[in-house]
């Protein structure tokens, strides 16, 4: 158990669908994450929140719509997706900066499967 | 643009110690060295990192060689569970971004 829980755990979503996915931390962290892994490649960093504001969008596609109401929750709103979406989406927190370094607690991960 | 150089893949033997060498020969004064692992289909899990020093916990020994530029992830006594991917990555302490390499896939043998 890292602290960060995700829900759910898989999804199947056919790609006019409109579904969400969740991310919680307990660790009072103040930075928030979403991390993007295809099928055997790396992970992508998607977005980056810091005190509930967005400070990276990497080039990320308009379908995927991030929230961020607090600093404890992190949504991924997801529409119109394309079959090539399909992967395991991560979430992570963190203490936005450390004078020892930024360690980053992962949750379990959604993978996701667009039909 | 990466930041760090690890084999594809080892093998350990079950019981027996594991080393894994990372090369980043690029790092700056202020970055630090992380270790990551990925067990198949979950997500990443933080394991140690250092800047200098050399680092232990529960889990890993972390060495630095003395300019930096390369770093030693050890694992004293190989089990079955650390079959995973390894990230070993390089980052500074504010407004940074972790970047996962491919890692080295490490494959622990009965």
């Known amino acids: 158990e890292t602290g960060v829980t995700q829900t759910p755990r898989h999804l199947v979503m056919g790609m006019t669908n409109k579904k969400s996915l969740k991310c919680e931390q307990h660790l009072g962290h103040n930075a928030m994450y979403w991390y993007k892994q295809s099928a055997k490649k790396p992970l992508e960093l998607m977005f980056v929140y810091n005190f509930k504001e967005q400070t990276e969008n990497n080039s990320v596609p308009s379908r995927f719509s991030p929230e961020c109401p607090n600093s404890s929750h992190l949504f991924l709103h997801l529409h119109t997706l394309q079959p090539e979406d399909s992967a395991l989406y991560l979430c992570?927190?963190?203490?936005?900066?450390?004078?020892?370094?930024?360690?980053?607690?992962f949750g379990s991960g959604t993978q996701l499967s667009v039909l | 643009d990466a930041k760090t150089t690890q084999p594809t893949s080892m093998d350990c033997a079950e019981g027996r110690a594991a080393n894994l060498p990372c090369n980043h020969s690029?790092?700056?004064?202020?970055?630090?060295v992380y270790w990551y692992r990925q067990i198949h289909s979950q997500g990443p899990q933080y394991i140690i990192h250092g800047l200098k020093n050399n680092e232990t916990n529960e889990m890993a020994s972390l060495i630095i060689t003395e300019d930096r530029k390369s770093s030693t992830l050890i694992l004293p006594h190989a089990t079955l569970r650390d079959t995973a991917v390894y990230y070993c990555?390089?980052?500074?302490?504010?407004?940074?971004?972790?970047?996962f390499g491919a890692g080295t896939t490490v494959t622990v043998r009965a």
């Open positions: 990555i390089v980052g500074g302490g504010r407004d940074y971004k972790l970047s």
């Open positions: 992570a927190s963190s203490q936005v900066w450390s004078e020892t370094g930024k360690k980053l607690f």
């Open positions: 690029t790092i700056s004064g202020n970055e630090y």
